[in-house]
């Protein structure tokens, strides 16, 4: 069974752009980016952004929204049993042309782990417009990366 994505949590006035790959399982149960609770996104971006965690999901938007930070995924619809990336079958990227238009403002395209980085630059041509950067996975499937590792490199969103 095909499963869809969210829309994107933006502003046309966002500079950078995260893109995961696709919700898993209990993020789609909860509507909600990175709604597993033991994915260190929401932890990872307060602690970045220099803010109190919030579990309040309106709140943790409005932290992204208010420091120019749009959020998405690669992908708009897949066929996934579970939550792996490993698992996604029949992908179908989301429409970046019209999403890039819409936000000029953008330079800077992070992905939350190596998948999502494949599969943009598999289906999503942006040249050299805009710059790149993979940053670990902060889903619990890395477990081989410690959360201090991967703050550490997620801090780079700071100086974009």
Same mark, same amino acid.
């Given at each position: 069974?095909?499963?869809?994505? *969210?829309? @994107?949590?933006?502003?046309? &006035? ?13 993020? /789609?149960?909860?509507? =909600?980016?990175?709604?597993?609770? !033991? ?11 220099e803010?109190? *965690?919030?579990?309040?999901?309106? %709140? ?7 420091? !120019? ?10 066929? !996934? ?7 996604? %079958? =029949? ?19 992070c ?10 630059? =598999? ?5 050299? !417009?805009?710059?790149? =950067?993979?940053? @670990?996975? &902060? ?11 991967? /703050? ?7 100086? /974009?």
């Open positions: 069974m095909l499963k869809y994505s *969210f829309s @994107p949590i933006s502003h046309p &006035t966002a500079t950078v752009l995260i893109l995961g790959t696709m919700p898993g399982a209990q993020s /789609l149960a909860f509507q =909600q980016y990175y709604g597993h609770p !033991r994915n260190a996104f929401w932890k990872i971006i307060c602690n970045v952004l803010t109190p *965690f919030t579990t309040d999901y309106e %709140e943790r938007k409005s932290i992204l929204l208010e420091n !120019r930070i749009a959020l998405w995924d690669v992908l708009e619809a897949c066929v !996934r049993e579970g939550s792996l990336d490993s698992a996604i %079958e =029949q992908e179908v990227p989301n429409d970046f042309d019209s999403f890039l238009k819409a936000h000029p403002n953008i330079k800077y395209i992905f939350n782990g190596q998948k999502a980085a494949k599969y943009f630059k =598999q289906y999503v041509g942006v040249g050299d !417009r805009y710059t790149l =950067q993979t940053l @670990p996975s &902060t889903s619990p499937a890395n477990a081989g990366m410690s959360f201090e590792k991967k /703050l550490m490199e997620w801090e780079s969103i700071k100086r /974009l």
